[in-house]
């Protein structure tokens, strides 16, 4: 089982990147399983404008930055989100990485850990319908974290309930992820047909 941990956004001095190397570091320890960081800014993904749309591609996009990166998320068989929220809502360059691929999230678990001021619960809302579109399994368990309370002197410092949280939110990712093994099976075996 290989879990793709997502950071999500990409502006200078973004503290997704301590977020994500928390909740990669608990999840390394807790998931029988590879687990990779896929940070966005290292992709630095152009923004979607194809003429083709991304569920009739087939995987095979103009821009070698758009292939890369469908490689990584094709290689994952379940997602933690680290999402930040931006004007109540999902941070427009992570929306756009998910909207440049389709069949590399199809039916895939997704978990999702927020921050921001009030602790990125918002984008955690927006996000739930926006996996379902591509038939993703967002897992009910999350973490959000608060910038002010739980970030000290620029440092992420979580506070005491996040291990825990991140643990429950591990074993429902886990779970749904060797749930759906028998959806995906059968969605490759069709498509090979
Ligand atoms: C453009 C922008 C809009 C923001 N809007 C919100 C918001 O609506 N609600 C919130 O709780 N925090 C908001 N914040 C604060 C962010 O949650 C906080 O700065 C967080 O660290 C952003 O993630 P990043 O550092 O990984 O970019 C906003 C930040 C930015 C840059």
Known sequence: MRIGVVIGSVREGRKGVQVGAWIAGLARQSIAGEVEI????????????????????????????????????????????????????????????????????????VAFVSYGADSGVRAVEQWRPVVAALQMFGVRAQVSASTFAEFTDGKFTPNDRRKAQAETLFTQLTRAVRAVELLREDDARRTSE
């Open 38 to 109: 896929l940070d966005l800014k290292a992709f630095d993904l152009p923004v979607y404008h194809d003429a083709v749309l991304p569920s009739a591609a087939h995987k095979v996009y103009s821009d070698p930055r758009v292939t890369r990166w469908s490689e990584a998320v094709d290689g994952c068989d379940g997602f933690i989100f680290v999402t930040a929220e931006y004007n109540h809502g999902i941070p427009g360059a992570f929306k756009n990485a998910f909207d440049l691929l389709g069949p590399e999230w199809l039916r895939k678990p």
